[in-house]
Every structure is written in C-alpha cells, then in structure tokens.
C-alpha cells in the first residue's frame, strides 16, 4: 500500500469555484512533486518541492497554486480552471530531490464543467 | 522534452505467457531508469529500476534490460497473471538534472 495519500479521489468543480487538492506522504521523504496526468500523454511535472520550498515550476498558469507548509503536506488550490484542466492530478515524493524513486499517491480525478 | 516512447501502445498476451514491453529513450546521458506500473483508477507504482552502469537487473518475475547501444529499455514480466493487466510505462533521468521523464505508456492486457 502507497506511502503517499491524496483526497479527495474525485472532483467535480465548475470554472468559477475555487478548491484545493491535499496531498499526504508518510514516508519520511524530504521532497514531493505534482504531476498531471491526461489521456495518451506523458506525466507533465508540475511543481517540485524540496524541504518546503518551491524549487520547481514548469510553466503552469496561474490558476494552479501550490503551497506546501510541512514536508509531509502539499496542497494544490486551484481557482477558474477550464475544461482542459480536466485531469488526473498525481502527487509524489522522494527522499530528496535529486534522489532517484519517487513514490506516487493514487491521484486526483478533476473534472472541470 | 525527452523522447521517452514506446513500440507499442497496447500488448495483449495469454496467462502464463512472458511479456515483454519495451521503451526507446533519445538521450544518451541518460543514467537512470524506472519502470512503473499504473491499474485502473490508481497511481503509477514503482516496479524496477537500473542504471546505466548495468545491462540486466531482475526482480521477483520481473527484469529489465538495458541496451545503451542503440538506447533501448525492455521490462519483461514472467508468467503473465491477470493482475499484470495495466499501463506500463518507463522514465528515465537525466545525468546533472533532477528531475523524471516519463513515457507515454503500454497498455497489458492479459487473456484468461
């Protein structure tokens, strides 16, 4: 069983609403990472943190804010998405950030009507 | 990005058959490679890794093979079960970078 929780497991959320993803990872690790997944395509790295700060963002609009106050939690607040933001939203962790295995939690499925 | 890909996008083999999913990757400064495994309404499970220092490694009914040569990564699943059936799909890292690239996948079907 993952070391790495993510609620909820499935959101439906309108263009307008805000809501925030949490992430969850109980395995010591000292880096966590977001990813999206969408059908037929490569993970896309979104944000990388390592010991609690920001130490990657890949060109991800605005609307995608992450914030992460431990290096056990990472919270991905989202506000006026679009229907392409329609995704699996993966969270992962590694020991650090130059450390090689990262260990995926279950994800996120968003749906933005 | 990295050419991370697969030869094929689905492979279908009967239980108790060997499977063999394979990964071409573009970068020769590749050094380190994963495989994951990805069910139906779950998140990408690590299965095996290898660097670029080896040619074989292998795991409990799994091996991967690496082929520097011609850049080539296979992971080949023995005794095929149903609970084999998933997305595969490999990543690889880059010498001097930190982070993962990953493949679009292979999807397992395994016919009872």
């Known amino acids: 069983e993952t070391g790495v929780t993510q609620t909820p497991r499935h959101l439906v959320m309108g263009m307008t609403n805000k809501k925030s993803l949490k992430c969850e990872q109980h395995?010591?690790?000292?880096?966590m990472y977001w990813y999206k997944q969408s059908a037929k395509k490569p993970l896309e790295l979104m944000f990388v943190?390592?010991?609690?700060?920001?130490?990657e963002n890949n060109s991800v609009p605005s609307r995608f804010s992450p914030e992460c106050p431990n290096s056990s939690h990472l919270f991905l607040h989202l506000h006026t998405l679009q229907p392409e933001d329609s995704a699996l939203y993966l969270c992962a962790s590694s020991e650090d950030w130059v450390t090689d295995t990262q260990y995926f939690g279950p994800g996120t499925r968003l749906t933005v009507l | 990005g990295e050419s991370v890909g697969l030869h094929l996008p689905t492979l279908s083999v009967q239980e108790g058959d060997n499977s063999i999913i394979n990964c071409a990757y573009s970068?020769?400064?590749?050094?380190?490679f994963i495989w994951y495994k990805q069910e139906s309404g779950k998140g990408p499970q690590f299965i095996i890794d290898?660097?670029?220092?080896?040619d074989k490694r292998q795991g409990q009914r799994v091996t991967v093979l690496l082929n520097k040569t011609v850049k080539h990564l296979s992971l080949q699943i023995a005794a095929t079960q149903p609970g084999d059936s998933a997305v595969y799909f490999c990543?690889?890292?880059?010498?001097?970078?930190?982070?993962?690239?990953f493949g679009t996948g292979t999807r397992l079907t395994v016919i009872p």
């Open positions: 290898i660097r670029s220092n080896m």
């Open positions: 943190y390592s010991l609690e700060e920001r130490v």
């Open positions: 990543a690889e890292k880059i010498t001097g970078a930190n982070n993962l690239f």
């Open positions: 970068n020769s400064a590749s050094d380190y």
């Open positions: 395995l010591g690790h000292n880096a």
